[in-house]
Structure formats: C-alpha cells, structure tokens
C-alpha cells in the first residue's frame, strides 16, 4: 500500500465513526450554514499575486514544519498580507490539523478559505461548511469520475467553489466537468514526495481556458511564480515555505510585496 492509499484508508474509518457522533442534521444547524460564501476563484482572477496561502504544521514527507504557532495569528496575518485565500490542512493524522482550526481561521479572518482534505464522502463537504470553509479540494488521484462529478455538483450546490486537483494527463483527462471552478495542478507526487515545477508547465497546455489555473506545492520564491505565470497560472498555493518561518503573514507580506515590484 502506498502511503495515499494508507490515507485514504484511514480516512474511510475516521469517517464513519464522525458520521456516527455527529448526524448531517446537525451540522447543516451550524450558523455558518447561513453564511454567504466568497469566491476563491473571483479573487484570484482578479489579482495581481495570486496567492493562497497554506496553514500545515506537519506533512508526511517533511514531518513537523512548525508546530509553535497559533492560527489565529497566522490567518490574520495572511489576511494583512493581502493574500487572495488560505488553506487549512483539516487532517489530524498526517498533517496535525483540524476542523476545530478551520473554524478558528474562520473565526479570525474574512478571507475565503479552503478545506485541504482528503475528501471521499459527501459529509466531509457538509462538515466543510458548517466549520466554515468557502472551497473545497477534490484530488483526482483517489476519486472517480462519478465522485468527483456527485461530489463537485454537492459542494456547488451548497455554494461553494471547488478546486480539482491533479498530477498527470490522465487524471486531468479523467476529472474535466463544468461543476469545477479551478483546476490544480499538485507539483508533488503524492506517492513519492518528488516535487518538480515541470509538471505545472506541462499540464497547462491541456486545461481548458474556462478553469483558473493553479499551481500547488514547492514553491519557494518569485522566480519560481515569474516562471510560471507565462504558462497562464493565476493561482499560487504555498505552504511550508511560509509556515517554516516565525512569521508566516509577514514571510506572505513580503513574497507578495516583491511579486508586484
Ligand atoms: O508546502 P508546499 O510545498 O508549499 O505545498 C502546499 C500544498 O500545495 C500542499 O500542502 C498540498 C497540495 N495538495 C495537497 C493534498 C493534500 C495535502 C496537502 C496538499
């Protein structure tokens, strides 16, 4: 087994026994069922760094990035920062996040954010927004065709934006459908860890122009942004080389004060 499938493994358990306490009834009672939504990919359309920025404390490839920092802080400085969205890694065992973090960012920051999860059942989206998420990732690389086409519809019909993600031509293939608002091109093997910015730059050529492009993971400088705007990326999303520092929102303030030079 893989350490995906492991994940996702584990995720069907967790999942059945969240299901268990906590019935659908409920969450749809949350106040933020309410709460109208903002548009990740509006944001990033219309602007000039195209950053989204990621709260992780650990990763099954680095292990602890940082562990000493309280997101409140960090949703609020990315907020400052003027960043167009934050992720916030949702999954407990390999990641140390939570949902309780999804709703202390909500609680923190008006900035539309994203729940980094590993979604296989419909009730991960209802949980996405009754804690407060405005976007959910779908991951090609686990999903099927149907599921992402009855997990999309889902999230769109609870207002939400989606953002698909994928790593080969054959998963881009697999997962295009008018239900998705942005595609995400992962530049980490989620198999093997390997990151290279080649793979963004090879599968923009394949996605249609009605997605906003977006580039995830082991992006560490401007140059590497610089490089891979002209391939029609509008979106950036950066995660450890913000959070490895002291100050995630003011390592953001100055990334994005730079791109705009
Ligand atoms: O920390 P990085 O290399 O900047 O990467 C951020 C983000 O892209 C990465 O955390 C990520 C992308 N897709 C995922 C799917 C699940 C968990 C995590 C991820």
Request: net charge negative.
């Amino acid at each position: 087994m893989d350490i995906l499938e492991k994940i996702v493994a584990d995720k069907r358990k967790e999942v059945e026994l969240r299901k268990a306490l906590i019935p659908t009834s409920q969450l749809e009672q949350s106040v933020l069922f309410e709460r109208p939504t903002v548009s990740l990919a509006n944001n990033l359309r219309n602007s000039a760094s195209g950053i989204i920025a990621e709260h992780k404390r650990r990763s099954p490839s680095k292990s602890i990035i940082n562990n000493s920092l309280n997101v409140q802080d960090v949703a609020k400085g990315y907020e400052d920062a003027g960043v167009c969205g934050m992720s916030v890694l949702t999954d407990g065992k390999y990641f140390g996040g939570s949902l309780d973090d999804l709703l202390t960012a909500r609680a923190s920051c008006n900035l539309p954010l994203l729940r980094k999860e590993f979604i296989i059942d419909e009730y991960q989206i209802l949980e996405a927004k009754a804690y407060g998420a405005d976007v959910i990732l779908l991951i090609a690389a686990i999903l099927t065709r149907n599921e992402i086409k009855q997990f999309s519809e889902f999230a769109k019909s609870l207002h939400l934006d989606v953002l698909l993600e994928v790593h080969n031509e054959e998963e881009l293939h697999k997962s295009v459908m008018p239900s998705l608002d942005m595609l995400g091109v992962n530049n980490r093997n989620l198999k093997t860890f390997e990151v290279s910015l080649e793979t963004s730059k090879l599968l923009s050529t394949i996605i249609p122009d009605d997605f906003v492009k977006v580039s995830e993971s082991g992006i560490s400088n401007i140059k590497a942004i610089k490089e891979l705007q002209p391939y029609g990326y509008q979106g950036f999303l950066i995660g450890e080389n913000f959070m490895k520092t002291d100050n995630p929102g003011e390592s953001a303030t100055q990334f994005i004060k730079e791109i705009e030079l």
